[in-house]
Each structure stands twice: as C-alpha cells, then as structure tokens.
C-alpha cells in the first residue's frame, strides 16, 4: 500500500465510449503523474501536474485529457480511444521540492482493454 | 533526449545465484537514480542513489551509481523465486518545479527453483 490509489483496476471499453480513470494521493504530495505502459515499451510519462497546474504534456492525443481539481485527486478523461491505447495506466506522485531528493509513489494501475 | 538503457533484457538463473544487471544513461539536469521493482502492477520502490561510489543495501539487494560513467548496478545474492520481477532503472532530474523520471525498459529476471 503505497498511499496511491487508483480506481477503476480494470476497464473494458469499446472505441466509442467515454470513461475516466481516477487517482487519489493520501501523501500530502504536490505533483501527480500519469504513465501509460504498453507490453514490451518503457514506461512512458503522458502528463504532469505541479500544484494543480500542468507543467508538462509529453505530446498525448488528445482523446487523453487530465483532470487535476486539487493536489490530491487527478483524473485521466478517455474519449475516442483506439485499441492502440490498450495499456496499464500508472498513477503516481511526489513532493514538488527542488531541494529534496524524492521518489514517485505509485498507484497499482488501471489495466484498460480498448475493444 | 534523455537515453536509460538496461541489461540485459532478460535473464533466468537458478535459486541461490548471483545476478548484476546493469543501467547506463545519459539525461540533462541529473539529480539521483531510482531502482524499482515491478512485478505485476505498479513498480516498487527499492533504492535511490545521488553520490557515486556509496554502496546502498537492502538484505540480498545492494546498488552503486557511477556519476562519471553514468553507470548504475543492481546485485541480487542469493535469488530466491520471490525476486523474479521486471527491475526498471530510472534516472530522474529537475525540470521546472517537479522530478522527471525516465524509465528503461527493464531487465526482466526469472528465478527457477
């Protein structure tokens, strides 16, 4: 139990659907990350927030929008996916700290099936 | 572009063998080196490392990063069937207010009884 949690852990949708993923940090942590992790690829970082505002976008489609209304909840909005899309979708977070040598505490994932 | 590359990327030993797996990388603005272990899900936590030559140990695990070589170690000792898992290696450095981590694809380790 790392203090990250994710919801739902499994999600089957069809190429037309609309669903969310959702993630919540129990940490006090300021920065929260989406990943996308597809079979044999690395671990690939789609979104970033700091304090509630997205510092990075590493170039994501847009069916794939980010939700973060506070420093502890981020949301993953999914519309028009493509099977291509089918993955383990990470959550993570961290403190937001220069200073500080910290790790990303992750969430176990939502496992997403895109028929 | 930030580059992390692992190896091998698989590897089957035996219970009670020693395994060294191996990560170089190349990223801008590096701050430390995170070891993590993923088996099924979400990938664990094992160690961090920010000075070279510092050994870090956990029981049968230990690290050491190379800060010149760019280099960074993994041993396992005495395997048991429990650490079969992806291992990822993940470089990670500031960039504008939050840690960026780079992940490699893994060494994926499996321990026959």
């Known amino acids: 139990e790392t203090g990250v949690t994710q919801t739902p852990r499994h999600l089957v949708m069809g190429m037309t659907n609309k669903k969310s993923l959702k993630c919540e940090q129990h940490?006090?942590?300021?920065?929260m990350y989406w990943y996308k992790q597809s079979a044999k690829k690395p671990l690939e970082l789609m979104f970033v927030?700091?304090?509630?505002?997205?510092?990075e976008n590493n170039s994501v489609p847009s069916r794939f929008s980010p939700e973060c209304p506070n420093s502890s909840h981020l949301f993953l909005h999914l519309h028009t996916l493509q099977p291509e899309d089918s993955a383990l979708y990470l959550c993570?977070?961290?403190?937001?700290?220069?200073?500080?040598?910290?790790?990303?505490?992750f969430g176990p994932g939502t496992r997403l099936l895109v028929l | 572009e930030d580059k992390v590359v692992q190896s091998p990327l698989s590897l089957v030993v035996h219970e009670g063998d020693t395994v060294t797996l191996n990560c170089s990388y190349e990223?801008?603005?590096?701050?430390?080196l995170l070891w993590y272990k993923q088996e099924k899900k979400a990938p664990t936590f094992l160690f961090m490392l920010?000075?070279?030559?510092i050994e870090k140990k956990s029981g049968r695990l230990s690290s050491i990063l190379d800060k010149k070589e760019l280099f960074s170690i993994l041993n396992i000792t005495a395997t048991q069937t429990g650490d079969s898992a992806i291992y990822l290696c993940?470089?990670?450095?500031?960039?504008?207010?939050?840690?960026?981590?780079?992940f490699g694809t893994g060494t994926k380790l499996q321990v026959i009884p």
């Open positions: 927030y700091s304090l509630e505002e997205r510092v």
């Open positions: 993940a470089p990670s450095l500031n960039s504008g207010g939050y840690q960026k981590v780079t």
């Open positions: 993570a977070s961290s403190r937001d700290r220069l200073a500080g040598l910290e790790t990303q505490y």
């Open positions: 990223v801008t603005n590096f701050r430390s």
């Open positions: 940490l006090g942590h300021n920065a």
């Open positions: 920010t000075s070279s030559g």
